[in-house]
């Protein structure tokens, strides 16, 4: 079947980094997203790597390895407001996301 | 966990034409669905919160005579997209929350990508 792991929660501290970490298993591959969803909002695009590499921007960069069927979603210099949940989701061969369960994100001062 | 399907996954249908979309919690209860829509590597745009039982509620810029909203039951919210034409080419994409307690935790639908010839 198809699947997307992500941890369920994480705690990190403001100014600090933190990596989120996705894997995957689905059938094809047609790109990897990471959104960021603030309580009570809908989820904001933050990312889309279909290559394999880093791409930065800002402070936050994504990383891809198609082989391991993994990513990373790195946020560095944390601040309060990236308090929120993030969102991994693959899109498979059929064009269809399959979505992770989210990694809640808490930032302390 | 919690899983939420959509159907059809991909329609192509003639300007004009109705196309309506289906949204279930397969184990779960959702009192709640939101709808979607999705331009490609750009932002999820809440377009409405589907109540069970009641009308649904739309977000400013939304026509609310052209996607209709039914959610019938505890498990099926339907958006139906009338006369549709070209514009509304898009992936639309409907999610609950798990109702366990953590509003946070929202469960996303594969999307339905639609193409209006």
């Known amino acids: 079947g198809q699947n997307i792991d992500q941890p369920t929660e994480m705690t990190a501290t403001e100014g600090a980094i933190v990596q989120i970490n996705c894997t995957y298993q689905?059938?094809?591959?047609?790109?990897l997203f990471w959104y960021q969803q603030h309580a009570g909002e809908a989820p904001t695009f933050l990312s889309y790597?279909?290559l394999d590499g880093l791409e930065e921007k800002g402070r936050f960069s994504s990383f891809l390895s198609r082989s391991k069927g993994y990513s990373y979603l790195l946020l560095k210099e944390l601040q309060m407001k990236d308090s929120a949940s993030y969102l991994c989701?693959?899109?498979?061969?059929?064009?269809?996301?399959?979505w992770g369960a989210g990694t809640k994100l808490i930032i302390k001062p | 966990g919690a899983v939420v399907s959509q159907h059809p996954s991909r329609v192509i249908c003639k300007s004009g034409t109705s196309v309506k979309i289906e949204c279930r919690s397969l184990?779960?209860?959702?009192?709640?669905m939101f709808w979607y829509r999705q331009f490609p590597k750009q932002s999820l745009m809440l377009m409405a919160t589907?109540?069970?039982?009641?009308?649904?509620?739309?977000e400013q810029g939304v026509e609310k005579d052209k996607f209709l909203i039914n959610h019938a039951s505890l498990t099926l919210s339907t958006l139906t997209v009338t006369s549709a034409h070209p514009e509304d080419s898009s992936f639309y994409i409907c999610?609950?929350?798990?109702?366990?307690?953590?509003?946070?935790?929202?469960?996303f639908g594969p999307g339905t990508r639609l193409t209006v010839l």
């Open positions: 989701a693959v899109m498979d061969s059929n064009y269809q996301l399959i």
């Open positions: 184990d779960f209860q959702a009192t709640t």
């Open positions: 689905t059938s094809g591959f047609n790109g």
């Open positions: 999610s609950a929350p798990s109702g366990l307690g953590d509003a946070d935790t929202q469960y």
């Open positions: 589907s109540n069970e039982g009641s009308k649904a509620t739309y």
């Open positions: 790597n279909v």
